[in-house]
Nanobody
Framework: QVQLVQSGGGVVQAGGSLRLSCAASGPTFSGYALGWFRQAPGKVRELVAGMTRSGGSTYHKDSVKGRFTISRDNAKNTGYLQMDSLEPEDTAVYFC??????????????????WGQGTQVTVSS
């Protein structure tokens, strides 16, 4: 069983930066792909960024490319989402997720195995 505990988030002005963290406990974190999702009010949960177990391959949603960066430190059992040049449209609850299969990140989020508790990110204009 893996538990994911998120930290970071908050309120920031447009153009600002935030870093989200996702600390894993339980079996080896390096055995799981990592994903960051977000869900705005009235919208579906969407994949923002994903990373393979080793960190060798990443994905970033087009609208966040060049602004957001996913990373992980397997020695610390922690994943990160660095968010720069934030825009009001980035306002949402952000979730980290872990799954043994990286490909699952790109399907229905309900099939992902482990989730963080979510953290609110609010970007004011």
């Amino acid at each position: 069983q893996v538990q994911l505990v998120q930290s970071g988030g908050g309120v920031v002005q447009a153009g600002g930066s935030l870093r989200l963290s996702c600390a894993a406990s339980g079996p080896t974190f390096s055995g799981y792909a990592l994903g960051w999702f977000r869900q705005a009010p009235g919208k579906v949960r969407e994949l923002v960024a994903g990373m393979t177990r080793s960190g060798g391959s990443t994905y970033h949603k087009d609208s966040v490319k060049g602004r957001f960066t996913i990373s992980r430190d397997n020695a610390k059992n922690t994943g990160y989402l660095q968010m720069d040049s934030l825009e009001p449209e980035d306002t949402a609850v952000y979730f980290c997720a872990a799954d043994a299969n990286y490909g699952t990140m790109f399907g229905d989020p309900r099939f992902l195995t482990y989730w963080g508790q979510g953290t609110q990110v609010t970007v004011s204009s």
